[in-house]
C-alpha cells in the first residue's frame, strides 16, 4: 500500500493538462514561488478540429507545444507500448518510485466512473496510490474529486480505450497514453523574483509572437498571446459564420488566466510591502469580475444556445482596453521599485 501526497487546487481546472502537474506542484510548498511566477504567458488559437484553445507557453503540462517540463520530470509511454505492459503491475511499480500516474482509460469500465456500464468515453485520470485492492485517483466531474476503483478493471478500461476514435486535436495521445510525473530533487528553492515578474509582465503587455511560438506551428494571425488573447474570443464572436468560439472549456481556460493573474499580481505587492492596492481593486472589478460575467454568459449559451453577440463583443473589447490599461499602470509602479 502506497498513497503519494496531493493537494488538489482550484486555480487551473479548464484543462487537465496543466490541471495535474499544478496539482502535484501545488502539493509542496517549495514550489509556491514557482507556480507564481509560471502559468502567466496564456495564449489562444485555433486548432486544427476548428476549436479555440488556450496554452500556457510558460506552464509545466503533458502536450504543451514549448516542451519543458520545468521541476518536473515526465515520462510518456505510447499506446503501442503500454498494450505490451502488465498495466496494474506497471502503475504499482510506478507509485512505488514515486510518480504520479496519468493514464488514458474508457471510463465505461470503472465502476467509480459516471459512464460506468453506460456510455463509452475515453478521458484521462491521475493514480496517485493503491492498497491490496484498489486504485485512488483523481479525475474531473465539473470539479477535481478524489475517488478510488477495483485494480482488476484498469486492464479492461486502458485497452479498450486503445480501440475509441480520438479527435485529430488530440492525436497525441497515442503517444502520450501512460505519463509519469515526478517532482524533481530539489537542489536550490525557487524564489520568487519581482523584477523577473516585471520582465513577464511586460512579455504579457507586449503580446510578441517571438520565437518559441513560431517553433510549433502557428500562423499568426491565428495566435493570440498575452493580453491579447482576449480578442481572440471577440473574433470569434464577430464572426457568425464561426461555430470555434462554442467550446465552453477554452472560454473557462482564458477566465482563469485573468482570475489567476490577479492572485500573481497581489503577491508582488505583498513581496514589496506596498499598501496601496488600489490598482489590484481596478483589476479584479474591470478583469477579474468582468472576464467571469462573459464566462458565465458562455456558460449559460452552452444550455439555452443563445447569446448576444453585439453585448457581448462589447464586453469583450472593453475588457481589453481596461486590462491593457491597469496591467501598464501596474507595471510601471512595480518598475518604480526595482530602479
Given amino acids: 500500500m502506497k498513497k503519494l501526497p496531493l493537494n488538489l487546487q482550484t486555480d487551473i481546472n479548464g484543462y487537465l493538462i496543466y490541471t495535474f502537474p499544478y496539482s502535484i506542484l501545488n502539493t509542496f510548498a517549495e514550489y509556491k514561488d514557482y507556480l507564481i511566477e509560471n502559468y502567466l504567458q496564456c495564449f489562444g488559437f485555433i486548432n486544427d478540429s476548428n476549436c479555440i484553445t488556450f496554452e500556457y507557453a510558460d506552464g509545466v503540462g503533458y502536450n504543451n507545444m514549448f516542451y519543458d517540463s520545468g521541476p518536473l520530470d515526465i515520462t510518456f509511454n505510447s499506446y503501442k507500448v503500454g498494450l505490451q505492459l502488465d498495466i496494474k503491475q506497471y502503475i ?3 507509485i512505488d518510485n514515486n510518480n504520479y500516474v496519468v493514464i488514458f482509460i474508457d471510463e465505461y469500465y470503472l465502476k467509480s466512473r459516471p459512464a460506468y456500464q453506460k456510455f463509452h468515453c475515453l478521458h484521462e485520470i491521475m493514480i496517485w496510490g493503491y492498497d491490496a485492492k484498489k486504485f485512488y485517483y483523481s479525475a474531473f466531474d465539473r470539479k477535481l474529486l478524489i475517488s478510488a ?18 479527435p485529430a486535436a488530440t492525436n497525441w495521445i497515442n503517444g502520450k497514453s501512460i505519463i509519469l510525473i515526478k517532482p ?3 537542489q536550490n528553492p525557487y524564489t520568487f523574483s519581482v523584477k523577473r515578474f516585471i520582465e513577464n509582465l511586460k512579455m504579457y503587455l507586449t503580446g510578441d509572437f517571438s520565437a518559441s511560438y513560431n517553433s510549433f506551428v502557428i500562423s499568426t494571425e491565428k495566435c493570440y498571446i498575452g493580453l491579447y488573447n482576449t480578442n481572440l474570443i471577440r473574433y470569434c464572436v464577430d464572426n457568425p459564420s464561426e461555430t470555434i468560439y462554442t467550446l465552453y472549456p477554452a472560454i473557462h481556460a482564458w477566465y482563469e488566466s485573468k482570475r489567476n493573474l490577479l492572485g500573481k499580481i497581489r503577491y508582488c505587492y505583498e513581496k514589496i510591502n506596498y499598501e496601496n492596492n488600489k490598482l489590484i481593486l481596478d483589476y479584479e472589478s474591470n478583469v477579474k469580475t468582468q472576464s467571469d460575467a462573459i464566462r458565465l454568459s458562455f456558460l449559460k449559451y452552452t444550455e439555452s444556445g443563445k447569446l448576444n453577440r453585439d453585448t457581448i463583443s ?3 473589447n472593453n475588457l481589453f482596453i481596461s486590462e491593457s490599461n491597469i496591467v501598464n499602470a501596474i507595471h510601471d509602479e512595480l518598475s518604480g521599485f526595482v530602479r
Avoid at 476503483?149 to 480520438?166: E, H, K, S, T, W
Fill in 314 to 316: 462589447l464586453l469583450l
Fill in 92 to 94: 504499482i511499480s510506478a
Fill in 184 to 186: 524533481k530533487l530539489i
Fill in 149 to 166: 476503483f477495483p485494480q482488476n478493471q484498469i486492464d479492461d478500461a486502458y485497452r479498450f480505450g486503445y480501440d475509441m476514435n480520438i
